[in-house]
């Protein structure tokens, strides 16, 4: 049995980590990309069949480009941040079944069947991206996801002509603490929570 994390840990992941709207002005390396995904690809999927896409936004062009989509606000975001992630869904992430899940035919459960295959996607590439934002948090880096962007437009822009879909992006690199919020409400226990 492993023992639990310290409070240091702790705080650096959960309690004092934030949500960031603006960075110092401090690179993020390629070398810190590959290590978040090292990483979060060993959080868990359904039968191990991670179906999240990422697209690293780090040029100028690219940022600029993806900022194009996005609301106003978000926009300013995405061109000041070091790096700009789209977390992406492949809608045939099954088709790699045979090789990340080799116990089963798992692409079987998944052909034909839209409705489920839209759940899971959505379900576990939602996953992958908060497993990227405890990793980034986790080597020292703070992000800031969000929506607020054109879906349809930044899938034809950055995933056209593949079977993926974007689901959300996230700013990512040093944090300004001059641009974060006072901490907002997180309710206890009994108020979202039951034991049954």
Same mark, same amino acid.
Not at 95 to 116: I, K, V, Y
Not at 156 to 172: D, H, K, M, P, Y
């Given at each position: 049995?492993?023992?639990?994390?310290?409070?240091?840990?702790?705080?650096?992941?959960?309690?004092?980590?934030?949500?960031?709207?603006?960075?110092?002005?401090?690179?993020?390396? $390629?070398?810190?990309?590959?290590?978040?995904?090292?990483?979060?690809?060993?959080?868990?999927?359904?039968?191990?069949?991670?179906?999240?896409?990422?697209?690293?936004?780090?040029?100028? $062009?690219?940022? *600029?480009?993806?900022?194009? #989509?996005?609301?106003?606000?978000?926009?300013?975001?995405? +061109?000041?941040?070091?790096?700009?992630?789209?977390?992406?869904?492949?809608? *045939?992430?099954? $088709?790699?079944?045979?090789?990340? #899940?080799?116990?089963?035919?798992?692409?079987?459960?998944?052909?034909?069947?839209? &409705?489920?295959? *839209?759940?899971?996607?959505?379900?576990?590439?939602?996953?992958?991206?908060?497993?990227?934002?405890?990793?980034?948090?986790?080597?020292?880096?703070?992000?800031?996801?969000?929506?607020?962007?054109?879906?349809?437009?930044?899938? $034809? &822009?950055?995933?056209?002509?593949?079977?993926?879909?974007?689901?959300?992006?996230?700013?990512?690199?040093?944090?300004?603490? &001059?641009?974060?919020?006072? +901490?907002?409400?997180?309710?206890?226990?009994? *108020?979202?929570?039951?034991?049954?």
């Amino acid at each position: 049995m492993t023992a639990a994390l310290n409070d240091a840990a702790l705080d650096q992941l959960f309690r004092t980590a934030r949500s960031y709207n603006g960075y110092l002005d401090k690179p993020v390396s $390629e070398a810190q990309i590959h290590a978040i995904w090292d990483l979060m690809k060993f959080g868990p999927t359904s039968a191990n069949l991670l179906p999240a896409r990422f697209v690293w936004c780090t040029s100028t $062009e690219a940022k *600029e480009k993806l900022a194009g #989509f996005a609301s106003s606000t978000n926009a300013d975001k995405i +061109r000041k941040a070091p790096v700009t992630v789209i977390v992406g869904m492949d809608m *045939e992430f099954y $088709e790699h079944a045979p090789r990340l #899940f080799p116990h089963a035919d798992a692409a079987s459960w998944f052909r034909g069947n839209t &409705a489920m295959v *839209e759940a899971t996607a959505v379900r576990n590439s939602a996953l992958q991206g908060a497993y990227l934002i405890m990793a980034a948090r986790a080597l020292g880096l703070d992000t800031g996801p969000m929506s607020g962007f054109d879906n349809a437009k930044v899938d $034809e &822009a950055f995933f056209g002509g593949t079977t993926v879909r974007s689901n959300f992006i996230s700013t990512l690199g040093y944090g300004d603490p &001059a641009t974060i919020f006072d +901490r907002l409400p997180r309710p206890p226990f009994e *108020e979202f929570n039951r034991v049954a």
